[in-house]
């Protein structure tokens, strides 16, 4: 991810005709992009031009223009030339010192009295990144999941940024994860950090600490965010259990339940409503592997109608050598 600095190219592509006393009619910005007025985030390009308007078809020698930047002085210098026709010529300028906040550009032709409207976009200050994490909750299996959303409101979040670490009672690292150098980790299109160790790490009834950092890409400076979770590490079969989003709204998304069981067995997954009454049974008795495992609830119930609004509790029960049962709540809240 490249430093979240700001470099503006502004393209001048200047159509003048000239009358013979050299007397020019109008100017106006052209084709700007992205609009004028716009938030720019990130390394960005912001290409305008101008016309110049005369009553002759052809531009003389010696016609260049001038630019200035928010309350700079007007300058000449660094502007590139190049003739395209008798009537046209094209000035491009590069221009990096733009700040947060407002920034303009004006042009004009230099011994003329034909200045620029106001061609401005606006660069919004860093914000620190929100992270709000899914799981691991108050417990966890021997084999952690971590997921957590995280939310840049200026759209400028440095993906290799990321570190997942675990922490025991010791101050130890017991497991290190960064998108520096672990693919896919991050979900841009959802905000979603995700991991799953995959193997065991952690010791049944021992006290851990999640610690999540995050920053943005760096406009001026980078701000960091860390948030941390304590949870304790359980040795039960079933672990993990979720629903996510939650709530969610079940006429847009299903809702996705993801679990973790220690080894391979038949699972069913069951939906009661809020006095105990079964919704709806999601699979049967069907093979799971060890590890995670995921299945997919509609938000509805056996005739295929659309629950109501409401908390529903889902429920996996894995047969293996014994009965294991885990239970987690899922919202529904449809518009």
Partial sequence: MKKNSVKIFVFLCLLVFLCSQGALSGMEFIDPHPPCGSEVYGDAEVVCGIRVYSFSGKVEEGVLPEYKTNDS????EGIEYKRISDNEVKFKAAVDSFEVGENSKKWRIKG???????FYIDIPPNFTPEIDVIQPEERSGLKPVVEARAVNYAKALDEESIAIRIYDRGGDAVLVAESSDTPGIFDSSRDLIRYSSGYKVLEAGEEYELQIHVSDSGYKEKKTSVEKRNFTAKGEFISDFTSFPNPF???ASDAALRYVIEDEADVTVNVYDSSGSLVKTIVKAESRKAGENKESWDGRDFTGAYVA???YFCEVVAEGENTYKSYTAAVVYAE
């Fill in 73 to 76: 002085a007007w300058s000449g």
């Fill in 249 to 251: 709204d079940n006429r």
């Fill in 112 to 118: 003329n009295e034909l200045v620029s409207e106001r």
């Fill in 309 to 311: 609004n409401g908390v």
